[in-house]
């Protein structure tokens, strides 16, 4: 403590002879603080082009664009801060503005680009397990049948621009070229019996982890 004290005598008593120096009129109260800010000044996702594969048509119109390929086509306006350029069979997403908002928009924006070039050209899919006993699921026409535990079975009706297969009663895939689409359904159908913490019995993405509790033990009996 003693050798603590007296280095901050000398700290102040140094910044009072360096003000006085100066020609400074109010004396120095104590240790200055400086306050730093940090920018994230380029997104390292936002800043990889975007390849066009063969088969697939972009148009551009401002903040609008237009993805058209072999699985269907899709459509999105993005925010003003950020700009899309189509050059040498790739799409670059830049900022507009070099803003907080114009930053957290860039990464985003990217991805979104992404997500409909895959979507129309390869398309994407999601695959859930049902797991208990006499747990099952059937698809007919446009509507998904889940037998999942309750008296009477659950009927959901499937969006339009999706696909839903079954195999061997317990597996589903669930598949098309929109990835929220997809992401939307298959939380809707998980939500019809989320999987319970103690056996694990439910619907769940498959590679899915649940963590399971431990069931309460028996006692004895009391003497």
Do not use: W
Request: charged letters at 25%.
């Amino acid at each position: 403590p003693v050798l603590a004290a007296e280095s901050c005598v000398k700290m102040l008593a140094s910044q009072r002879a360096f003000a006085a120096h100066a020609g400074a009129t109010r004396p120095v109260a104590g240790p200055s603080r400086v306050a730093l800010s940090v920018f994230a000044r380029e997104s390292r996702i936002g800043s990889k082009p975007v390849p066009v594969p063969k088969g697939v048509t972009v148009t551009i119109d401002g903040q609008t664009m237009k993805v058209k390929g072999p699985l269907g086509a899709m459509e999105h306006t993005f925010t003003p801060y950020v700009k899309l350029e189509q050059k040498d069979g790739v799409i670059q997403v830049s900022k507009a503005e070099d803003t907080r908002l114009g930053m957290s928009q860039h990464g985003l924006s990217r991805s979104l680009t992404s997500n409909m070039v895959v979507g129309v050209s390869t398309g994407f899919s999601k695959v859930m397990e049902l797991v208990g006993t006499g747990y099952r699921a059937a698809v007919a026409g446009k509507e998904l049948t889940l037998n999942v535990g309750y008296s009477k079975p659950r009927v959901l009706a499937i969006p339009e621009g999706l696909k839903v297969t079954v195999e061997k009663s317990t597996t589903l895939t669930i598949s098309g070229y929109d990835k929220v689409k997809i992401g939307d359904f298959a939380a809707l159908v998980r939500r019809q019996r989320e999987p319970e913490p103690y056996k694990g019995k439910g619907i769940r993405y498959q590679g899915e982890i649940i963590k399971l509790k431990e069931g309460k033990a028996g006692g004895g009996k009391k003497k």
